[in-house]
């Protein structure tokens, strides 16, 4: 009678036990894919709340005296070669932010905030690549014209910016022409599969480095 009853309790707690396993193993197989699935699928697309916004631009340039803002799905003009501007590229989604001060003179005249989302990390290292490349092999002065006869002088010259993001890169354009000069600082940061293009335009000096640099790295806290 004894090993009867003794039987009955260690079939039911054997039973209980294969029960729950088996529950567990059927939860694990549920949730598991769910949660890869999750890990490996692609980011959404970019939008507004990834881009520079009007504080964040007066913020570091108060000259600007809230500034106009466009927003555009407008595609990068990426460098090729020793061209500046010359590819387009649009990534799997991309957006951007214009930015004009109120007030111009021999200050800010434009800030370009561009953010492009890829389908994967490496190709979103090859954009940062090329200007990285620009700055390497590019350097010099190139004399071409504005398209209306006037003679112009390019002045390219190299920046390696200190990181931003998990990598980053730059860019010094100088625009000369008819007695004026136009410079843009462009730094270019990664952040997984995002490449945050941040182009800064003076009028006259060089942008500044602190400033792009700051501005930089708001643009980068943005991508979350």
């Given amino acids: 009678m004894r090993r009867t009853v003794t039987?009955?309790?260690?079939?039911?707690?054997?039973g209980r036990v294969v029960a729950l396993v088996t529950l567990g193993a059927l939860v694990g197989a549920v949730v598991a894919p769910t949660t890869a699935g999750r890990a490996d699928a692609a980011p959404g697309p970019v939008t507004r709340e990834h881009l520079l916004t009007r504080?964040?631009?007066e913020s570091v340039h108060p000259e600007t005296?809230?500034?106009?803002?466009?927003?555009?799905?407008?595609?990068?003009?990426?460098?090729r070669g020793c061209e500046d501007q010359a590819q387009?590229?649009?990534?799997?989604?991309?957006?951007?932010?214009?930015?004009?001060?109120?007030?111009?003179?021999?200050?800010?005249s434009m800030v370009d905030h561009h953010v492009v989302r890829f389908s994967s990390v490496g190709q979103a290292r090859s954009l940062v690549q090329r200007y990285r490349h620009f700055s390497r092999r590019?350097?010099?002065?190139?004399?071409?014209?504005?398209?209306?006869?006037?003679?112009?002088?390019?002045?390219?010259?190299?920046?390696?910016?200190p990181r931003v993001g998990q990598e980053s890169a730059g860019m010094l354009v100088g625009w000369?022409?008819?007695?004026?000069?136009?410079w843009r600082r462009v730094l270019v940061s990664r952040v997984g599969r995002?490449?945050?293009?941040?182009?800064v335009s003076f009028t006259d000096v060089r942008p500044p480095r602190s400033g792009v640099l700051e501005l930089g790295e708001i643009a980068v806290d943005r991508l979350g």
């Fill in 88 to 108: 387009v590229v649009r990534g799997s989604s991309v957006i951007l932010a214009s930015f004009s001060p109120s007030v111009r003179r021999r200050s800010l």
């Fill in 65 to 79: 005296r809230d500034p106009l803002r466009i927003v555009l799905r407008s595609p990068v003009f990426a460098p």
């Fill in 194 to 199: 995002t490449v945050s293009v941040l182009d």
């Fill in 138 to 161: 590019c350097v010099g002065d190139v004399d071409t014209d504005d398209g209306e006869g006037g003679a112009v002088r390019l002045k390219y010259r190299a920046w390696f910016p």
């Fill in 176 to 182: 000369f022409s008819r007695g004026s000069a136009d």
């Fill in 7 to 14: 039987r009955t309790i260690v079939g039911r707690v054997v």
């Fill in 55 to 57: 504080a964040d631009v």
